[in-house]
C-alpha cells in the first residue's frame, strides 16, 4: 500500500458523497460528521515476569444525538487514534440505520492479544475500564461497550465486574456493556449474532429477482459460492449460516494464508482442522493459495471479508472477482476500491448496514440488563397453553388428530434466542429495503453505501431536529 491509510477521512469521504445528494443544512452535516470526544490514556501494567509495560488505549464518542453511546472494543497492535474515531463515526450510522437508538463510540488498546498471558490481558482490561469510569466514558447510560475485534464475553465479564464493583448499588450496572457471558447478564444469540445478521443481509439482497438478473445470479442463497476473508466471530458465524442456507464455502483466508476447492470446503471440518494444525493450510481436498490475500481475487458469487478495514484497495480492487461484496468487516473497501468496484457494478453490502446485527442483538441485550427479566420468561408457558387449545379445538372441528412430534412443534412458546433471532432478522430485513428504497430513489449513479448513509444522515438530522439545536 503506497499511500498511508486515513481510515476517518476514508469514512468522511463515504458520508460527503452520500451527504452532498441531501439538501440538508451544510453545518448540520459538518456537526455529524465530527467526533464529538476522544479520550485517549496510557497506563502502566505489570508483566507475569514482573517487568512494567506503558500500555496505550482510545474511547471514542463520535455523536451524543441519542445516548447512550455504543460501540465495540479492539485488541490489535493496530489500533490507532484514527482507527477508533473511524469505527465510532461508521457506529453512529449503524446505529441510525438498524434503527437501535444509541450514539456512535468504539474503543481499542494497543495490544496483540496472544502475546500476553490471560492473567494480564485481564489486568489490562481491568485497568483500561477504570481508565474509563474517571472520566465518565463507560456506564449504562453514558457510553456501553461491546465486543470487536480480538475480544469476547470474556474481556466484557471482566469490564462489568469491574464497572459493578466501582458502582456500589447501581442497579443497572451489568447493562454498561454488552457481549457478556448469559450467566453474567448476557443474552442468548449474542455471539452468532453479527455473523447471523451478515447471513441475514445477504440472504435479502440476494431475494431480490431484478437484482440478481443484474448480475447474472439466480435468487437465493442456494448454490452461491462464497469466499470468507477471516474465520473470527464475524466470518465463522457468517460462514456456518450462509453454508446452512445451502450456500458453498468455496475459500477462505486466515492470517496464515487461503485455500480453495471449487467443490466445497466445509465450515466446521476447516476449524477443526485449524485448531488440530495451528493453521487451516493443507486441508484435505483443498489447494493452498500463494497468498493470504489471493483469496479476495477468487472467481465467486460473493467475497465475504470479514478481518480487518483497508482489505481492497485500488491496487486489486480491479482484480476482484465477485458479483457480490457482503462488508462483514468495518471498512474492507477503501472509498478508491468502492468507487472502482461501483463502476464496475459490482453490488456492494456495506458494512455499516451488513455488520449492525452485533449491535442490534446488543441492545437487546442492554434492554434484558434493565429490565431485569430474561426475554421469554412471562410468555411462553402462556403461548404453549393458548397454541394447545388451538390445536385441541383444530382436532375437535375437523375429527383429525396432529402426530406428537406435528403438536411439540406446533405447539413450542418462544425462548429467548427465538425472539433474538427473531428480532434481528426483522431488524436487518427491514433496515434492506430502507437502504435499496433510497438509493433506488437517487438514481442509477447511487449505491446501496449512498442510500444506507442517507438514510442515517436524515435519522440524525430528525433527532437534532427535535432537540431545537438547529432550528
Ligand atoms: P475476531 O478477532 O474474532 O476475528 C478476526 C479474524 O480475522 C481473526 O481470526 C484473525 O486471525 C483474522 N485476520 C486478521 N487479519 C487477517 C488477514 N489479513 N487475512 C485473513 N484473516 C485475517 O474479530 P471479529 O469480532 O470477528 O471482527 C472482525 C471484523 O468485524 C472487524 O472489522 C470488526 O470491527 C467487525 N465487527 C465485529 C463485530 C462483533 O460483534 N464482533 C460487530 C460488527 C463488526
Not at 23 to 42: F, G, K, T, W
Not at 241 to 246: A, D, I, K, N, S
Not at 296 to 312: H, M
Amino acid at each position: 500500500m503506497s499511500k498511508k491509510f486515513k481510515f476517518f477521512e476514508q469514512v468522511n469521504r463515504s458520508f460527503d458523497r452520500a451527504a452532498a445528494l441531501t439538501d440538508h443544512d451544510p453545518a448540520m452535516l459538518s456537526q455529524i460528521r465530527e467526533c464529538n470526544s476522544v479520550y485517549h490514556m496510557s497506563f502502566p501494567v505489570k508483566r507475569d515476569d514482573g517487568s512494567i509495560e506503558a500500555i496505550h488505549g482510545w474511547r471514542a464518542e463520535h455523536s451524543h444525538h441519542k445516548l447512550p453511546t455504543k460501540g465495540g472494543i479492539r485488541f490489535s497492535y493496530l489500533v490507532t487514534e484514527d482507527e477508533v474515531r473511524a469505527l465510532a463515526a461508521l457506529m453512529t450510522y449503524k446505529c441510525a440505520i438498524a434503527e437501535v437508538p444509541f450514539g456512535g463510540a468504539k474503543g481499542g488498546i494497543k495490544i496483540t492479544a496472544h502475546k500476553y498471558s490471560v492473567a494480564e490481558l485481564e489486568r489490562i482490561t481491568r485497568r483500561y475500564t477504570f481508565e474509563l469510569v474517571k472520566k465518565n466514558f463507560i456506564g449504562p447510560g453514558v457510553d456501553v461497550p461491546a465486543p470487536d475485534y480480538g475480544t469476547g464475553p470474556r474481556e466484557m465479564a471482566w469490564m462489568a465486574d469491574t464497572y459493578t464493583s466501582l458502582s456500589a448499588g447501581e442497579l443497572n450496572s451489568l447493562a454498561c456493556v454488552t457481549g457478556k457471558p448469559v450467566a453474567q447478564g448476557g443474552i442468548r444469540g449474542r455471539v452468532e449474532a453479527t455473523g447471523r445478521g451478515v447471513m441475514f443481509g445477504i440472504r435479502e439482497a440476494c431475494s431480490v429477482k431484478s437484482d440478481m438478473q443484474s448480475l447474472g445470479l439466480s435468487t437465493g442463497l442456494d448454490g452461491k459460492t462464497v469466499v470468507i476473508q477471516g474465520l473470527g466471530n464475524v466470518g465463522y458465524h457468517a460462514a456456518k449460516f450462509l453454508e446452512e442456507e445451502g450456500a458453498k464455502i468455496i475459500g477462505v483466508a486466515e492470517f496464515e494464508g487461503a485455500i480453495h476447492s471449487a467443490e466445497g470446503l466445509g465450515v466446521e471440518a476447516i476449524m477443526a482442522h485449524r485448531k488440530a494444525n495451528d493453521s487451516l493450510l493443507d486441508f484435505p481436498s483443498a489447494k493452498n493459495l500463494e497468498s493470504s490475500a489471493a483469496a479476495l481475487e477468487l472467481e465467486c458469487d460473493i467475497l465475504v471479508p470479514a478481518a480487518l478495514e483497508n482489505q481492497i484497495t485500488e491496487e486489486n480492487a480491479p482484480r476482484v472477482a465477485a458479483k457480490i461484496i457482503a462488508e462483514a468487516a468495518n471498512g474492507p473497501l477503501s472509498a478508491d476500491a468502492d468507487e472502482i468496484l461501483a463502476r464496475r457494478k459490482v453490488m456492494i453490502l456495506p458494512d455499516t448496514y451488513l455488520n449492525a446485527g452485533g449491535v442490534t442483538v446488543s441492545y437487546f441485550e442492554w434492554l434484558k440488563d434493565l429490565s431485569h427479566v430474561r426475554f421469554g420468561r412471562m410468555q411462553k408457558r402462556f403461548e404453549e397453553g393458548a397454541f394447545r387449545r388451538l390445536i385441541g379445538a383444530l382436532e375437535a372441528r375437523t375429527g383429525q388428530s396432529f402426530t406428537d412430534a406435528e403438536k411439540s412443534m406446533l405447539t413450542r412458546g418462544a425462548g429467548e434466542e427465538d425472539l433474538v433471532n427473531s428480532g434481528l432478522e426483522e431488524t436487518m430485513a427491514n433496515a434492506f429495503h430502507q437502504i435499496r428504497a433510497t438509493q433506488k430513489r437517487y438514481g442509477d449513479h447511487a449505491t446501496l453505501r449512498d442510500g444506507a448513509f442517507i438514510n442515517a444522515i436524515d435519522k440524525i438530522v430528525l433527532c437534532y431536529d427535535h432537540l431545537g439545536i438547529f432550528p
